[in-house]
């Protein structure tokens, strides 16, 4: 067992000429070594892909206030509105509230947020029953991958019983999420775009057939709500429904799963927390928030500067990329003792994961029931839990903290 080591832990790497390489092998397998020196040294830096980086919590903060600094994507982006006509991925971000600013981001949420989680209250998931069906057979073969056997299922299951959508597609619903969350990166050549699009239509055309059930037959569910509800006189528009619902439905699997699987990786390298949150579970709740500022499923934020500007102190163009560094920003010691350890005795969690303010998410909720279930249905059924933590690998996803897998030992009780 590779044990954790505290003095590797504090060490400070260098970007070097020409800035951080955000897209590097080096850098998705461990940030932290640089996040830690950019804090002290370079705390706005200019990566290597021309994007200027912001790592102290308290610049992060000032940055998720700053009205120069939007989230509809650049001019030159191949997602932006202007290539709606052209590309599916470009008319699917001009609907999504991630991509959207100002009064249109406004009027967007007014009706995901309080739907949300109206529909969480009116009819929530029962997590406890899919961790039920899942996790036995599971525990009866002793060791399984905790993120691709029982994570992501779990994930799947709670978002579909959450969202009213038939069984039966589980491995298009993997693969259309998977294929979504590659709007937030920069996209690939043309061929491969081409994909991204064609698998885009196909997530629509499920939606589509969805929502044209909850016309016909509506209940409590997001969609239904979203379908009845009105602002003004006016609703959603039935592919601002389907976008956002396909949004909600793919974050409720691929950040939850990679937190499930970190959390329970951060309580093996401190295994006297490990041991504290065995003796009293009535410290899951602290355990799922240090473990969501500890490692950040989605480490940065991007922001696009609306007009030339100071931003504290640093002279930025129009258009120009800001990632805000939510995972440096959960790491500061300006803003948390002992930043690069495992606490559940932790006073404050006052961490950014969820960002903050008027771009914060909106299923928070759904996100912590999950990891609650899992994390607490492992932790009842085992008597002892090793995870095998070497030879790790990390998604190469900018701006997200994802492992490939995580292999886990179980002895059952």
């Not at 739907?115 to 525990?139: G, H, I, M, Q, Y």
Request: charged share 25%; glycine share 6%; with cysteine.
């Amino acid at each position: 067992m590779k044990l954790f080591n505290p003095f590797f832990a504090q060490r400070e790497m260098d970007p070097g000429v020409g800035g951080l390489d955000t897209l590097s092998e080096e850098f998705f397998r461990d940030p932290y070594p640089f996040y830690r020196y950019l804090r002290t040294h370079d705390p706005l830096h200019w990566t290597k892909q021309g994007c200027l980086l912001i790592t102290r919590r308290a610049d992060v903060l000032q940055a998720l206030k700053n009205p120069i600094l939007g989230s509809a994507p650049a001019d030159f982006a191949t997602t932006h509105s202007r290539n709606r006509d052209l590309l599916v991925c470009a008319d699917v971000a001009s609907n999504l509230l991630p991509f959207l600013d100002g009064a249109a981001y406004v009027r967007t949420r007014q009706f995901l947020a309080p739907a949300l989680r109206k529909s969480f209250e009116a009819n929530p998931p029962d997590a406890a029953a899919a961790v039920a069906r899942l996790l036995p057979p599971l525990l009866e073969r002793g060791a399984f991958d905790v993120l691709n056997d029982f994570a992501r299922p779990l994930a799947l299951q709670i978002a579909c019983e959450f969202m009213g959508l038939r069984s039966g597609r589980h491995d298009d619903l993997y693969r259309w999420t998977d294929n979504f969350f590659r709007l937030f990166s920069p996209l690939p050549a043309a061929l491969e775009r081409e994909q991204i699009d064609r698998r885009l239509i196909e997530f629509r055309e499920y939606f589509r057939e969805v929502l044209d059930e909850r016309r016909r037959r509506p209940g409590e569910e997001l969609m239904s709500m979203l379908a009845a509800k009105q602002i003004g006189g006016e609703g959603l528009s039935d592919q601002q429904i389907i976008d956002n619902c396909m949004l909600i439905f793919a974050d409720a699997i691929e950040n939850v799963d990679a937190a499930i699987a970190s959390s329970l990786l951060a309580l093996q390298r401190h295994p006297a927390e490990f041991r504290k949150l065995r003796n009293d579970p009535d410290l899951l709740p602290a355990a799922i928030e240090e473990a969501l500022r500890y490692e950040a499923p989605g480490q940065t934020a991007p922001r696009v500067v609306r007009e030339d500007a100071v931003i504290e102190g640093v002279f930025v163009r129009r258009n120009t990329v800001v990632l805000l560094g939510l995972g440096s920003a959960n790491r500061d010691p300006e803003a948390f003792e002992d930043p690069d350890s495992f606490s559940l005795s932790r006073p404050k969690q006052d961490h950014l994961s969820f960002g903050r303010g008027n771009h914060s998410c909106i299923g928070f909720f759904l996100v912590r029931a999950e990891m609650k279930a899992a994390l607490g249905g492992l932790l009842a059924s085992t008597r002892k839990v090793k995870v095998h933590d070497k030879d790790l690998s990390w998604e190469a996803r900018p701006g997200h903290r994802w492992l490939t897998s995580l292999n886990i030992t179980v002895s059952r009780k």
